[in-house]
Every structure is written in C-alpha cells, then in structure tokens.
Nanobody
C-alpha cells in the first residue's frame, strides 16, 4: 500500500520558519520525482517545489523561490520542505506528491500518489 504522510505544519508568525516532512512507503521512493503542492481556500492546488529522484534538479515557483528548499533522504524515504521567512500568503494546506517517473513535472495531473496534507498558518 502506498502511503505519504505529511507532518510539521502549524501556526507560525510572519518571518518564522517551519520544516515539513513527508514520510513515504509502498513505492520505490528513490527512483521517482517528488513535489510539494499547496492549496489555499478557494484556490487551485499548485506546485511550489519539486525535486528529481537524485536531488540533482529542483524547481521552485516564483512565490517561494529563495525562501523554500526541498530535499530528500532516499535512505529513509522521506521528503522535506524547509520554509523560511514565512508570509501570511503562505497560509495553505501543503501536500506532498509522488510521480511514477524520475523527472520533475509541473501539473498536479502528473503526480500519482498524494498525502493527506498538513495545514500551515502564518499569522501574528
């Protein structure tokens, strides 16, 4: 059974930081690209970060570039998202997702497995 379980969300003040984790099982994590998406109320779920199977290629949306950093531990089958200098506009549910291929893609339809999401709220 494929499982992706996010953790690390919560309430943080503007300018603060959080580190999200996505623990995975049931598929060949080290061979596939992974993504972090987020969805705010009333908005589409969009890709904010992605990392290929070997961590040699990453993607960041313009809204998070320079503040968020994706990484992965292929030995432990865990995906991470370090989020720095958080802003109120970063408030959303954050999802990790897995492809069935090694390369990064940018649409949610390109991802095959999803976690349940973790809430991130940035507010003073």
């Amino acid at each position: 059974e494929v499982q992706l379980v996010e953790s690390g969300g919560g309430l943080v003040q503007p300018g603060g930081r959080l580190r999200l984790s996505c623990a995975t099982s049931g598929f060949a994590f080290s061979t596939v690209a992974m993504g972090w998406f987020r969805q705010a109320p009333g908005e589409e779920r969009t890709l904010i970060a992605a990392i290929n199977y070997g961590s040699t290629n990453t993607y960041y949306s313009a809204s998070v570039k320079g503040r968020f950093f994706a990484s992965r531990d292929n030995g432990q089958n865990i995906l991470f998202l370090q989020m720095n200098n958080l802003k109120p506009d970063d408030t959303a549910v954050y999802y990790c997702a897995a492809r069935s291929s090694s390369s990064i893609q940018y649409q949610k339809e390109d991802y095959d497995y999803w976690g349940q999401g973790t809430q991130v709220t940035v507010s003073s």
